[in-house]
């Protein structure tokens, strides 16, 4: 089993939806939880950081942890052609190492 | 504003030979870090330099040295490539260990090995 599971998709909506972006994970010792949006042959860029659990928000992006059924969440609101891209959540224990899941990849249609 | 350079940005090479992936930051980052990425799998992580003069192991380090060369550089090297090692490789870095600072990755380099 995989420390970190992620749907990969591909995931379509249109212009506008609320997306949500989910991952589950085994190792209940991660504490640290990221987000990283990845545009087709480029690498990730950070998104979202947040520490323990509980929600973040950063305008139109909402992160979302909830350590008691291991599973973390990232809300796109008023989604946008600009959002398609892979997105891969990440996590750690410690604040220095990462697992990342597999990333899961976004299409918004104009 | 070059951020993270990293050369060449594909490359094919066949099983046994050798080859050194550059990686370069104009940041003044003190940590830095090499992850493959291959498909299902997400980034995983090969090797990280905490600072100039130190290198660790990450969490797949096998078939692989690297070498930081100066604050700026960090190289990774497969010293007798394998079909295993076909792979997308990003260098990434970051002003220091801490998650919550912006980790900047280059465009990688997509390696095939025949």
């Known amino acids: 089993q995989k420390e970190v599971e992620q749907d990969p998709g591909p995931l379509s909506v249109p212009e506008g939806a609320i997306v949500s972006l989910n991952c589950t994970y085994s190792?209940?010792?991660?504490?640290?939880f990221m987000w990283y949006r990845q545009y087709s042959r480029k690498g990730p860029e950070l998104l979202m950081y947040?520490?323990?659990?509980g929600n973040k928000e950063d305008g139109r992006f909402t992160a979302q942890v909830d350590k008691s059924s291991k599973y973390i969440s990232l809300f796109i609101r008023d989604s946008q052609p600009s959002d398609s891209a892979t997105y891969l959540c990440a996590m750690s224990p410690n604040n220095n190492d990462m697992r990342f899941g597999a990333g899961t990849r976004l299409t918004v249609k104009p | 504003n070059a951020g993270v350079t990293q050369t060449p940005k594909f490359q094919v090479l066949k099983t046994g030979q050798s080859m050194t992936l550059q990686c370069a930051q104009d940041?003044?980052?003190?940590?830095m870090y090499w992850y493959r990425q291959d498909p299902g799998m997400g980034l995983r992580l090969i090797y990280y330099?905490?600072?100039?003069?130190?290198?660790d192991k990450g969490e797949v380090p096998n078939g692989y040295n690297v070498s930081r060369l100066n604050k700026r550089e960090f190289s990774l090297r497969l010293e007798s490539a394998a079909p295993s090692q076909t792979s997308v490789y990003f260098c990434?870095?970051?002003?220091?260990?801490?998650?919550?600072?912006?980790?900047?990755f280059g465009d990688g380099t997509r390696l095939s090995i025949l």
């Open positions: 990434a870095s970051r002003e220091d260990r801490r998650l919550n600072q912006p980790q900047h």
């Open positions: 330099s905490a600072s100039e003069g130190t290198t």
């Open positions: 940041m003044n980052h003190n940590s």
């Open positions: 190792n209940s010792a991660f504490q640290y």
């Open positions: 947040t520490y323990s659990s």
